[in-house]
């Protein structure tokens, strides 16, 4: 290996998983450290994964290391996101009136979903209907250097619905929280009221948090809805695909 020229070498390190390569190579030698360290290694790594161009350079991104993992590990930190499974891993779960429910799309009185992908959702009734999640980023793979110093988009997703025959009321609120869960950040969005002669399409609701300073350990998603019309039964809003993500 020590005749092997550094580009070459770079190829064959670029073959090795990313945690073999931080964990493991990174030890065997100062060449390979310096190597590992460097942005041409990690540069080649998001080139062959899809997450740089062709053309990229090593001057353009200030850690492609970081750019690497982040978009390996990219995916949706919400579990159970539209009822698959019924109300697991949701907690503080508010059932008022005749609480939350899980029905197929598109409904009655309801309308598809943009994406195949989603096949039920979560329908609340007359009185407030209220869910939440806590997301343990440590666990979830984030490290605290990371989450400190590079300070990666968070970038959170909701989707509501009404019936067309039914008006409805929906909010979200989603905290972000330190150690001792105190909060570092917060959105919460408005109260929206949908009337009750609609067209009952889905709507998407976005926040993306940046520059949110550092000590961030955990995420609180939490939403809520209720019908207008106070019919028993399940009349209000309808919410799923819900999201959270860390991107780069």
């Known amino acids: 290996m020590e005749s092997l020229s550094e580009p070459l070498l770079i190829r064959i390190l670029a073959s090795i998983p990313a945690v073999e390569l931080v964990l493991v190579c990174r030890l065997v030698c100062s060449q390979w450290k310096n190597l590992i360290d460097g942005a041409a290694l990690w540069l080649l790594k998001c080139q062959q994964d899809g997450f740089a161009g062709e053309d990229a350079e090593e001057e353009g991104a200030e850690n492609w290391q970081t750019l690497y993992f982040l978009n390996q590990r990219k995916r949706n930190l919400i579990k159970n996101p539209s009822g698959e499974e019924g109300l697991d891993y949701w907690v503080n779960v508010e059932n008022g009136g005749d609480g939350w429910k899980i029905e197929d799309l598109p409904g009655d009185f309801g309308k598809e979903f943009p994406t195949d992908e989603v096949q039920k959702y979560f329908v609340s009734s007359f009185e407030w209907c209220r869910k939440a999640q806590v997301i343990d980023l440590r666990a979830e793979g984030y490290w605290e250097e990371l989450m400190d110093t590079t300070q990666p988009k968070i ?94």
């Open 155 to 248: 970038v959170v997703k909701d989707w509501y619905a009404a019936r067309c025959d039914a008006g409805c009321l929906y909010d979200l609120s989603v905290t972000l929280m330190s150690e001792s869960e105190d909060v570092v950040a917060e959105y919460t969005s408005d109260t929206v009221a949908v009337p009750q002669d609609n067209e009952g399409e889905w709507t998407e609701v976005t926040h993306t948090f940046t520059d949110y300073g550092p000590g961030v350990r955990f995420i609180r998603f939490e939403h809520g809805g209720q019908d207008t019309v106070f019919w028993k039964g399940w009349y209000g809003a309808r919410v799923t695909h819900s999201q959270v993500t860390i991107e780069p």
